[in-house]
């Protein structure tokens, strides 16, 4: 498979994934990846092989998203996986690809967690880089295994609530 479309595919799954699990809508409308009236969430994932390099955040989402939706509490999910099959060999279009995903774990951060990584500014744009250590060896973490992966959510969170909320089988309230 093409990596550009691989990497369209992907996201799509951890999306439809993330946002089914966290009741979040997966629609950009907030030019967030998963939304309600109360929670964003700006997904980065990586595939296990390219885990050294970390996740990369456009400096501009970094600095518009608190400002276009300041009634959101605002969250990174970074995410590790890794697939059944390597890239190389997947079929275009692979009906399977949300299978096929294995070892995910997803790191969950404020969005001001981002406040301390420093802006590069490569040919392409600025970003911020957040390497893997800094994202998983932060302790701030309540593990949650659930069908499909690993949540690493920060402790004493609105998010941390709604995730115990969810497992529990409460309803979540939008407001």
């Not at 966290?22 to 296990?48: F, P, Q, T």
């Not at 593990?143 to 499909?148: D, F, L």
């Amino acid at each position: 498979m093409d990596s550009n479309v691989y990497k369209n595919c992907i996201q799509w799954v951890h999306h439809k994934w993330l946002g089914k699990l966290l009741r979040l809508e997966s629609d950009g409308k907030y030019g967030i990846d998963l939304s309600d009236n109360a929670i964003g969430i700006e997904v980065k994932a990586r595939h296990r092989t390219y885990a050294h390099q970390g996740w990369t955040l456009a400096a501009h989402q970094y600095d518009n998203f608190p400002r276009d939706n300041p009634t959101l509490e605002l969250y990174w999910a970074f995410i590790l996986y890794d697939l059944t099959k390597p890239i190389a060999e997947l079929p275009f279009p692979d009906p399977h690809l949300s299978r096929r995903v294995r070892q995910r774990e997803i790191w969950m951060q404020p969005w001001s967690f981002a406040d301390a990584i420093p802006v590069a500014n490569p040919k392409t744009g600025p970003y911020k880089y957040a390497r893997p250590s800094r994202v998983i060896e932060a302790n701030n973490y309540r593990t949650k295994k659930v069908r499909g992966g690993t949540l690493h959510l920060p402790k004493k969170t609105t998010l941390e609530e709604r995730v115990n909320d969810i497992l529990a089988g409460r309803e979540i309230v939008p407001f």
